[in-house]
């Protein structure tokens, strides 16, 4: 359901993001939950560059829409990715600044709401985003959103989605994106998806128990919260 004027989305993700503890011990990187679900994340999308981009990584223009710190970014750089050919857009000042502190210089930044980007159409190989979906509660902000990055995207290319699909009772100002919700926003795409990482709350638990419980655990698909998908625009042929 719509809750708010579209226009007034960005401020209010802004305000919500304001309300969450910063430096969560949680969210730390070493800790054995986190490490998990970055490994997980990591293979599945190794996998899915293998099968959709068989002539390499090197020449691939990528847009990370809510590039946070910088952490996408990074990963992109280590598999291989060129940082000259990265962009990054973030909406948090504070978050724009520690990305541009921890990222090559090579790597284009840009500060605000994605809808005000200057980017023309087909400017892409690879628009990404990661739990950003999730954190807006405005249905047509989603739709505004989710059009604006299938345009920047090239025909052959995609829009690469990382994000989870149950809602948290315990935390009002995220809702899950259902992979329904995913083929919605974008009709025209061909969606290759898979489950991934393990229900986090399950798996903060389990790892303080023992690390090792956690991928026996998401080795259960029914255990697992995210999804990772391809959304990929098809080339548009002409002629017999």
Not at 219 to 238: D, F, N, Q, S, Y
Request: proline fraction near 8%; include cysteine; aromatic fraction near 6%.
């Amino acid at each position: 359901m719509t809750r708010a004027s579209d226009d007034d989305e960005p401020a209010a993700v802004a305000a919500r993001y304001a309300r969450r503890v910063h430096d969560d011990p949680r969210y730390h990187p070493l800790q054995p939950a986190v490490l998990h679900e970055r490994r997980g994340r990591q293979r599945a999308l190794a996998e899915l560059l293998r099968r959709h981009v068989p002539g390499g990584i090197g020449t691939l223009d990528v847009l990370d829409v809510g590039c946070g710190h910088g952490e996408q970014l990074l990963e992109l750089i280590a598999l291989g990715f060129d940082a000259a050919r990265l962009t990054g857009s973030e909406l948090l000042a504070a978050r724009a600044a520690e990305a541009r502190r921890r990222l090559p210089v090579e790597v284009a930044l840009h500060e605000g709401d994605a809808l005000a980007l200057p980017f023309e159409s087909a400017t892409f190989d690879l628009v990404l985003q990661s739990t950003v979906f999730s954190s807006l509660l405005d249905d047509d902000f989603q739709q505004r959103l989710a059009d604006r990055m299938w345009a920047w995207v090239r025909p052959g290319g995609a829009v690469l989605w990382y994000d989870f699909t149950v809602n948290n009772p315990r935390n009002p100002d995220v809702r899950g994106v259902p992979l329904a919700r995913l083929r919605q926003l974008f009709p025209a795409a061909q969606i290759d998806a898979r489950r991934v990482t393990l229900a986090p709350p399950l798996a903060r638990v389990l790892g303080r128990v023992h690390p090792a419980l956690i991928g026996w655990a998401a080795a259960l698909p029914l255990l697992r919260t995210h999804v990772l998908a391809w959304v990929g625009k098809p080339v548009v042929r002409t002629g017999p």
